[in-house]
């Protein structure tokens, strides 16, 4: 098996659907392992390089929020969820834990092929084609942006290490400084789908990244929301 295939890390307690997707996903050219459980998924992870996670929300034991939670705090493998279908608040809060996209179950295995191309795809092409090739930091208001290592620091010195949606975000923003972007807008280049009715992925990822720029006060002096417009980069930002 080639080292150079995308190794895709299946964690599902249904054996059927892990068997499904190993089939689907090692045809359409990635290598994959399976896992059924949070134990076995921190094993894989430790074993081999892993450049994208499928997790299941509902786990036995550690359930995947958890997962995904402290899969988040350590590193920025992206993570699609997998999410009862019509479940709109588990899949807020599966972005709130960090993961860069959700998928209802039951699915089509071909849309969740699209999901993952997509996702990785953007993992692999966001620093080159969003973010100016020559720069390697952003400066704005006390915080600043190492592009290498997608971590911001504040003026105190603390690291705060981004997702890879939140990373996503913060340079679209800082690629557009003082430019008001519509939900639309920011889905599109954040994730490459269009909105649906009452989507709030868009202001659930917003309020993540608020958080971690200490800005999730009441009223923001950063990232503003623009009633019925979308949210504004309000201030002035440096490049190097």
């Known amino acids: 098996m080639s080292e150079t295939q995308e190794h895709l890390l299946v964690v599902d307690d249904d054996r059927e659907i892990r068997r499904l997707l190993d089939e689907y996903l090692t045809q359409s050219g990635y290598r994959v392992t399976g896992v059924g459980d949070g134990r076995s998924m921190r094993r894989a992870l430790d074993e081999h390089r892993i450049d994208l996670v499928v997790l299941d929300l509902m786990l036995p034991g550690e359930d995947g929020l958890s997962l995904c939670r402290s899969l988040r705090a350590q590193s920025n493998i992206p993570v699609l969820m997998l999410t009862a279908r019509g479940s709109q608040i588990d899949r807020i809060v599966g972005l709130e834990m960090g993961a860069d996209d959700y998928l209802a179950k039951p699915f089509n295995p071909r849309e969740l092929l699209a999901r993952v191309k997509s996702i990785l795809r953007r993992a692999k092409s966001l620093p080159h084609q969003q973010v100016a090739a020559d720069v390697s930091s952003y400066r704005f208001g006390q915080w600043?942006?190492?592009?290498?290592t997608r971590?911001?620091?504040a003026a105190d010195g603390?690291?705060?290490p981004l997702s890879g949606a939140e990373f996503r975000l913060l340079s679209i923003f800082l690629?557009?400084?003082q430019v008001v972007l519509s939900?639309?807008?920011l889905l599109e280049l954040v994730s490459g789908r269009e909105t649906i009715p009452f989507d709030r992925?868009?202001?659930v990822l917003i309020?993540?990244?608020r958080k971690r720029l200490n800005?999730?006060?009441k009223e923001p002096t950063l990232i503003k929301t623009v009633r019925g417009a979308g949210y504004v980069l309000a201030t002035r930002v440096e490049s190097s």
């Open 175 to 177: 690629e557009h400084p």
């Open 207 to 209: 309020g993540r990244l």
């Open 183 to 185: 939900r639309d807008q």
């Open 215 to 217: 800005d999730d006060g």
């Open 201 to 203: 992925s868009i202001d």
């Open 158 to 160: 603390l690291v705060v």
């Open 144 to 148: 600043s942006l190492d592009v290498a």
């Open 151 to 153: 971590n911001i620091t």
